[in-house]
Nanobody, 126 residues
Framework: QVQLVESGGGSVQAGGSLRLSCAAS??????MAWFRQAPGKEREGVAV??????????RYTDSVKDRFTISKDSAANTLYLQMDSLQPEDSAMYYC???????????????????WGQGTQVTVSS
């Protein structure tokens, strides 16, 4: 049974950092991603990674480029999101997602991703 369990959320001041973790079990996925959803807004893709050996591709939404870094520890089957220079607009529930289909990686929209964690809250105060 596939399980994705996020951790690492919390409250920080603007300019601070957090590192989110997503422990996966039950399957080793080639494609994993982070999404976020703020109150009253649609869930949006933040970052995605393809961990195929020799490939290791990543992609980010424009608003987090150069501030967030997605990575994966394959031995631990754990996905990370290092978030630096956090801003109040980064406040949201952050979700880990996983899939084995290229359609998920190629189009970072929620409906393309099959497996989800329960989320971890990130709150950034000004």
């Amino acid at each position: 049974q596939v399980q994705l369990v996020e951790s690492g959320g919390g409250s920080v001041q603007a300019g601070g950092s957090l590192r989110l973790s997503c422990a996966a079990s039950g399957y080793t996925f080639r494609y994993m991603a982070w999404f976020r959803q703020a109150p009253g807004k649609e869930r949006e893709g933040v970052a995605v990674i393809d961990i195929e050996p020799g490939t290791l591709r990543t992609r980010y939404t424009d608003s987090v480029k150069d501030r967030f870094t997605i990575s994966k520890d394959s031995a631990a089957n754990t996905l990370y999101l290092q978030m630096d220079s956090l801003q109040p607009e980064d406040s949201a529930m952050y979700y880990c997602a996983a899939d084995y289909r290229f359609t998920a990686f190629s189009n970072l929209v929620p409906q393309n991703w099959r497996y989800w964690g329960q989320g971890t809250q990130v709150t950034v105060s000004s």
